[in-house]
């Protein structure tokens, strides 16, 4: 509001002084000689101070001194050396306790002192910025008054669409995208129904998204994903955002029917890694002579020290050191389904913990028999290894029948847009699509 305000006020002040020229001139026309009076004007004119509000103040009431709390700052000794009493100081101080403790300033935090506009310039007013968004105000102009504000956040929609060609990072680097938007679509949106260490040339996307910015002018970073449309293999995946329960404040994804994106089980274990060896019963092995060595797992390729992750809800069965396995871990996450992790570094949990997806159990390392770092990802089935990405596994909480009349309204608009949203041609985004991306590695032992 204060924006629009100073806005309109900054307009009406050029206004002012379009038309006193306009005036001036015409005045003139008759002796052009004569031209002193209209720089006169002109410099009246935009000497009328402008409204200036920040803070809820109207900065043109006072001299403002702005500087960032130093070593050795304190509270007291801000104030003190922009003359304030001690005694004053004291009282402020305890006034503001309740809702500031003025002990809480930190090294490095920016401060704004709004003082009297004459000759003593005597504080009248603290202002502090713990963080970008909120800000603590003590007035002491009359009565101490003290309490903490948000800035106002906005929120500004944008589109984007993307080509990719070797991986989505590189496709959103190019664009001068956030790579903050792979993550979210790779982890939030798509790991349960998209591949993304699989992903082919020339698949496709569009994303409706929002930015968030502080008090308009401050840029933190891409908030959310609205919708997404991602083409791969020629497949199109849509991915609604919907509040399911707003008390809770529970959003998910879900496609063009409803569907729930997320799955009960995450498709890998480790992020951005390669599969260096899939689950494959007829596996022979050069060290072995050829001899079959079924494989029972899948094999994740990825550097020592990266987080392995339990890749649905569950309580760990086994965490131990045991023989070829190494450190690994069991978990069983219903009476049908359970997996465990192989060849870690470390361990992180315990056998009895509960573990929900996504949480970290334990590290890629090369513990028992193994080739290189790598993670042995194993699922059981009904106390059977089976091929994880053969299974039809179990959809995450489905929408519920009531929501989704609503839901599918409330797409209906988005999914317009995005249908709407083109993809920019570029001559090279269409080349050849390459096929496999994996390059299997039957070296590996586990
Ligand atoms: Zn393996």
Known sequence: MDRERKRSMGNKYSRGIVVLLVVIFSACKETPKNKVPLVKVEIAAVEEPEDVYEFGYNLNDFVVKRDTVRS?????EILERNKVSYPEIFNIAETAKATFDIRRIQLGKPYTLLCSKDSLETPKCFIYQPN??????????????????????????????????????????????????????ADEIYAWTIDFRRLQKGDRFKVIYTDKYIDDTIYTGIHDIKAAYFEHNKEPFYAFQFETDAEKGIVD?????????????????????????????????????????PHKGTDFAA???TPIMATSNGTVTKSERRGGNGNYVKIRHNATYETQYLHMSKRNVKVGQFVKQ????????????????????????NGKQVDPFKQKLP??????????????????????QLDGIQFEAKPEDFEEPQGETIEPNENLIS
């Open 303 to 305: 550097p020592i020290g």
């Open 358 to 381: 996504g949480d970290v159990i334990g590290w890629v390392g090369m513990t028992g028999n193994t080739g290189g770092p790598h993670v042995c990802y194993r699922f059981w089935v």
């Open 395 to 416: 959809e995450a909480k489905p929408i519920s029948d009531s929501l989704k009349v609503e839901y599918l309204d409330f797409i209906k608009p988005i999914k317009a």
């Open 132 to 185: 970008l968004e909120e800000y603590v105000v003590i007035d002491f102009n009359d009565s101490i008054q003290a309490y903490t504000k948000k800035k106002p956040i906005t929120y500004v929609e944008k589109t984007a669409t993307g080509v990719i060609n070797s991986s989505i990072s590189e496709t959103l680097l190019d664009k001068g995208l956030s790579p903050r938007l792979a993550y979210k679509l």
């Open 72 to 76: 050795g700052d304190s509270f007291g």
């Open 253 to 293: 994804y879900f496609n063009e029917d409803a569907k729930n994106l997320r799955r009960a089980f995450l498709k890998a274990p480790v992020q951005f890694s390669r599969i260096s060896s899939r689950y494959n019963l007829k596996r022979r092995i050069a060290v072995y002579g050829f001899k079959v060595r």
